[in-house]
């Protein structure tokens, strides 16, 4: 099974930025899709960033601008570039990342999910 390990989350006053890595480990498998989610309390768990394998990108209008997603295909690892952030952005960050299991002919789709990280923006 695919397994996911968050960093990069931490403290920053508004206007700072942080870089949050998740890093997908195992094998036999290959990554479709890989995307971060936020979720702040008692509110619902939205979509901030997703790249696809294409390389195509597609953001929350909250983020426009200021977050960038990318990937490094070698390493299994998605980024998130947070710049100018607000306090609003605070959140747990969530990475998941949607893949495909090989067993011979065998195909299997799957989700994963990242334990989370916390990011806190203070005003």
């Known amino acids: 099974q695919v397994q996911l390990v968050e960093s990069g989350g931490g403290l920053v006053q508004a206007g700072g930025s942080l870089r949050l890595s998740c890093a997908a480990s195992?094998?036999?498998?290959?990554?479709?899709?890989m995307g971060w989610y936020r979720q702040a309390p008692g509110k619902q768990r939205e979509l901030v960033a997703v790249i696809t394998t294409s390389g195509s990108t597609n953001y929350a209008d909250s983020v426009k601008g200021r977050f960038t997603i990318s990937r490094d295909n070698a390493k299994k690892t998605v980024y998130l570039q947070m710049n100018s952030l607000k306090p609003e952005d605070t959140a747990v960050y969530y990475c998941?990342?949607?893949?495909?299991?090989?067993?011979?002919?065998?195909?299997?789709?799957?989700?994963?999910w990242g334990q989370g990280t916390q990011v806190t923006v203070s005003s």
């Open positions: 195992g094998g036999g498998f290959s990554i479709n899709a």
């Open positions: 998941q990342i949607g893949g495909t299991y090989y067993s011979g002919t065998f195909r299997r789709n799957f989700d994963s």
